[in-house]
């Protein structure tokens, strides 16, 4: 009806078939189809970076990415990092005061998560470049960066424990 | 025990991570644009292309029928009763009737089963206008032949603010040196990253709710039953999140709030409406931009004489709270110097422009700018160093300013030493490289405003029968952290966990009612609130403790969720236990309530004198810089700031409020410019409105944030302001360091690289000319 398309996405592990027409972005589908709505909607022209989330383990901004395109590949959004325990990025994020408004927070998370699963021992430098398409009005990034160096400092910890 | 004693505080002084952290960081915060009600419509404003013209005719015909259209307003759907903040400037309508004054401006709304629908319905709406002459410069405006965009503004005057203290002409006659400039800044956006939402709701009985992002959610209340006509009773305004405010649209009602409601009226559903980034940046609530003459006398030693300052603001097209703009700034430049004789005068003209209002320290960082960077011109002509001169004029505790500024505890000095040390000042200063320079600016903020109408605050606090408490207040967190900070000082008097404390966020059904989230009052005043309703809650519960506990009610201590005799430690109950023995044997709640008012004392907002806050904040900020001679890019090197907020009760929010402005001021100083061609928006995107990044900031290592501890009396355990302060002296520290590096004063914001550029380029040139002219001499 009305050209709208059966699509087939998987977001967080999940399967979702919607339809929706060919022109919907992915942050339309993520949450006004599907119903995720952690991932956020602010400037719809890939500037800001509140609509981030993961395309096979790399960050993407769903507002310039189409829901269609993104069939047959592994969608993650902020409601699937951590959904048992909160990750340790989120952790350092409340704990080093990088979160206050929260409306990048989500989009942040997953650009560090992927940041960190390439680069676990990014420098200062990496992770300013890493978030550089990211805005907060909020915080001024410092204590941003701060979260992000403690979020690899205790994932490092944590990992070389468990390994040894 | 005594306040005295701060450092035995269980839970004040400790950085505390923000109570809602835990939501926000795993996507499950509820904004305003993540509500989605059964059967709800998409609303979409249609916005009047023109800066200035008459609405003729109205054709909705051809967007009524578009299928999936439910419903359209215009302005002659509401009363035509005009909203606004201050009772003499009102002068906000829902919608235009028969007249739009800047591009932008809202005409018309529709509901409809999608954005899509509801977007291509506003092509379909025809208006006929007829144009009107425009204008759009304040001092054109103030032309006798200029174009009236209001007929109770005669001039165009929107609104002024006139003081004068002491004796001007004398100081003058008594300085030594005379100073004279002009300065001038942008219009700014408040460039919270969450556009401006909301979802309306009318019900069959009459009930009209409004679920938003607002943050002062009972100014909306007020001005949603003015602009209504209706009773504020019949109103309900439901908090959501709020995904940064700043002031602007989120601190009134909008357009978008009244056609919401209305809408929900005339389709029975609820109607949901989110601006778009686009509409966020075309739209009024900015900050006002200034041309700033001043006039300042000293004597040789660099002590102030006299200083008058005019103030032209291009407002914009409405008033918003620009009446109480001009008198700030003005009053804001008595501090944090000691000024025997001040003369000031401000216009706030109507112009064809989107309109201006309140932005994170108001009208302050703009006169703070123009005052500490002509202080820097006076110190390099006086010879003396630029935080000696700020030494010599620091205003100290006990101080009276000329305005009636009652000063408790000041620590400027401090402040400026603090800085001074960490940022290397005495090391740097004079001995940078070429292009690279530093430069310190100061600022003041008040502890929240006594205004003329509601100023006070309230609070209550219920312990439930687990032992946790529910605080309700009026205040919002916007991300500053509120709710963290009002839950400590609870925690703190009933001995309970942060962690045990639920903060509401605010309805107007349940909360007390509240003046509003602003001006930095809340951690104070409603600090303040919730302290006295935490112990009349302790008080009852101290009453139950003694009765059941068979000791004196005075000898009760409140520590890790237990009462017990400081007598006899043996003697101890539970909290949850004193509170389930109370409800269930005597059928007590145990529900404290407090109030704070800030004391009798009034402002004489006419002639400009009074005590308006009762604390002030000094700060004082030092900036490195680096400058690209080729591009006239600005590259901050390093941020040193310290501010006396008292006794910061949650060391981390104070750090993020302060390094979160600061770095506004600096997208301000060096990015931000809403650019305008005859009222015409020509930036509106975040691609070309440029907001500080990441890769703008400098290394962790240079940046610093020094608390300068002192105790104030009337704060909630020593509290004062904390962050908005500390921005009111960024955008002179880096005008001043931007100077130190390529000897060119920018007396014109932002210092963009053009400026920048075409500033260098115009010094060689006359560098040259003055060459080649004494070669010629020889």
């Not at chain 2, 056609?259 to 929900?264: D, E, F, G, H, T």
């Not at chain 2, 002030?616 to 390093?638: F, K, M, Q, R």
Request: with cysteine.
């Amino acid at each position: 009806m009305n050209g709208l398309l059966p699509m087939s996405l998987r977001v967080n592990g999940e399967r979702h078939d919607i339809l929706a027409p060919p022109w919907r972005t992915l942050l339309e589908a993520l949450r006004e189809i599907i119903g995720l709505t952690g991932t956020k909607r602010s400037c719809q022209e890939g500037q800001c970076g509140t609509c981030t989330v993961l395309i096979d383990g790399k960050a993407v901004n769903s507002c310039l990415y189409l829901a269609v395109e993104a069939q047959g590949k592994d969608i993650t959004t902020i409601e699937g990092v951590g959904k048992e325990h909160l990750h340790q990025i989120q952790k350092s994020f409340v704990q080093k005061g990088g979160v206050q408004c929260g409306f990048c927070t989500p989009g942040l998370i997953l650009a560090t998560k992927s940041l960190l699963d390439d680069t676990p021992e990014p420098s200062e430098d990496q992770i300013r470049e890493a978030i550089v398409g990211h805005l907060c009005r909020c915080t001024g990034y410092i204590q941003i960066v701060e979260a992000i160096q403690d979020a690899a400092r205790e994932m490092a910890r944590q990992g070389s424990r468990s390994d040894g | 025990m005594g306040e005295e004693f701060r450092n035995e505080y269980n839970i004040l002084g400790r950085p505390v991570a923000k109570k809602d952290g835990w939501l926000k960081v795993s996507g499950q915060a509820e904004y305003a644009d993540d509500i989605f009600l059964p059967g709800m419509l998409h609303g979409k404003l249609l916005r009047s292309p023109h800066p200035h013209a008459r609405i003729l005719h109205t054709d909705i015909s051809k967007a009524a029928a578009l299928p999936g259209v439910r419903a359209i307003v215009t302005g002659k759907d509401f009363p035509g009763i005009k909203y606004g903040n201050l009772p003499q400037t009102r002068d906000y309508l829902p919608l235009a009737i028969d007249r739009v004054r800047y591009i932008g401006e809202e005409v018309a709304a529709v509901a409809a089963i999608d954005e899509d629908t509801a977007e291509e319905a506003l092509d379909l709406i025809q208006v006929e206008y007829e144009p009107l002459p425009a204008v759009f410069d304040p001092v054109e405006a103030m032309q006798p032949e200029a174009p009236q965009l209001h007929e109770h503004a005669a001039g165009n005057i929107s609104g002024h603010s006139a003081f004068h203290f002491g004796d001007v002409e004398v100081g003058f006659a008594n300085s030594d040196y005379i100073r004279e400039d002009i300065f001038e800044t942008q219009p700014l956006k408040h460039g919270m990253l969450e556009p401006h939402a909301c979802v309306g709701t009318w019900d069959n009985t009459g009930k009209i709710t409004l679920r938003t992002c607002k943050m002062s959610p009972y100014v909306v209340w007020r001005q949603l039953a003015m602009g209504l006509g209706i009773e504020p009773g019949r109103i309900r305004v439901i908090q959501s999140f709020v995904g940064g405010a700043f002031s602007g649209g989120k601190q009134e009602a909008m357009p978008m709030d009244f056609c919401a409601v209305l809408l929900a009226k005339k389709t029975g559903r609820p109607v949901k409406f989110v601006h778009t980034m686009d509409e966020v940046l075309t739209i009024g609530h900015m900050r006002h931009p200034m041309r700033i003459w001043l006039r300042t006398g000293v004597k040789t030693d660099g002590t102030f004489q006299a200083q008058h300052c005019k103030v032209t603001a291009n407002g914009g097209a409405y008033s918003s709270i620009g009446q109480f703009s001009m008198y700030l700034g003005g009053a804001m430049l008595n501090l944090p110097y000691r000024l025997p004789n001040i003369k000031y005068e401000a216009q706030r003209v109507y112009t064809n422009n989107g309109f201006c209002g309140a932005l994170r320290g108001h009208t302050i960082p703009q006169i703070c700018y123009a005052r500490d960077s002509q202080l820097d011109t006076i110190a390099e002509h006086l010879g003396l160093d630029p935080i000696e001169i700020r030494h010599r004029n620091a205003i100290q505790p006990g101080d009276t300013t000329s305005n009636g500024f009652r000063i408790t505890t000041f620590g400027f000095d401090e402040c400026l030493d603090r800085v001074a040390e960490a940022s290397g000042w005495r090391k740097k200063r004079g001995n940078l490289p070429k292009y690279r320079g530093i430069g310190v600016g100061c600022g003041s903020l008040i502890s929240g405003a006594r205004l003329m109408g509601h100023s006070a605050s309230a609070a209550e606090v219920r312990i439930q029968e687990d032992g946790s408490v529910q605080l309700t207040t009026g205040s919002t967190d916007v991300g500053q952290g509120a709710d963290t900070v009002l839950s400590m000082i609870a925690a703190e008097v009933l001995g309970v966990e942060v962690d045990d404390v639920r903060f509401q966020r605010v309805d107007t059904d349940i909360t007390p009612v509240d003046p509003g989230t602003f001006g930095s009052r809340v951690t104070f005043w409603t600090g303040n609130a919730v302290k006295r309703a935490a112990e009349d809650a302790r008080g009852q519960l101290a009453q139950l403790a003694a009765q059941k506990l068979g000791v004196d009610a005075q000898d009760l201590v409140f520590r890790n969720r237990q009462v017990f005799s400081q007598k006899d430690q043996q003697r101890c109950v539970s909290v949850k236990e004193l509170v389930r023995w109370g409800e269930f044997h005597l059928g007590q709640v145990i529900t404290g309530r407090g109030a704070y008012a800030a004391g009798e004392e009034l402002i004489n907002f006419r002639t400009g004198f009074g005590n308006i806050s009762p604390a002030y904040t000094p700060s004082a900020c030092v900036v490195e810089v680096e400058v690209d001679p080729g591009t006239g890019h600005v590259t901050i090197t390093g941020i040193w700031g310290a501010d006396d907020s008292g006794f910061p009760l949650n060391p981390l929010a104070v750090k993020g409020q302060v390094l979160g402005s600061t770095v506004m001021h600096i997208g301000q100083a060096l990015y931000e410019d809403l650019i305008r061609i005859e009222g015409k928006v020509m930036n509106p995107s975040l691609r070309d409105y440029k907001m500080p990044l990441s890769t703008d900031m400098p290394k962790l290592a240079d940046v610093a944030h020094i608390n300068v501890i002192t105790w104030e009396p009337s704060g909630p355990f020593g509290a004062k302001e904390a962050g908005e302060g500390a921005g009111t002296g960024v955008l002179a520290a880096v005008a001043n360091a931007v100077y130190d590096a390529i000897g060119v004063r920018l007396k014109r914001l932002p210092m963009s690289p053009d400026r920048i550029f075409f500033a260098l380029k115009q010094r060689q040139n006359e560098l040259s000319m003055q060459e080649s002219s004494s070669i010629d001499a020889k």
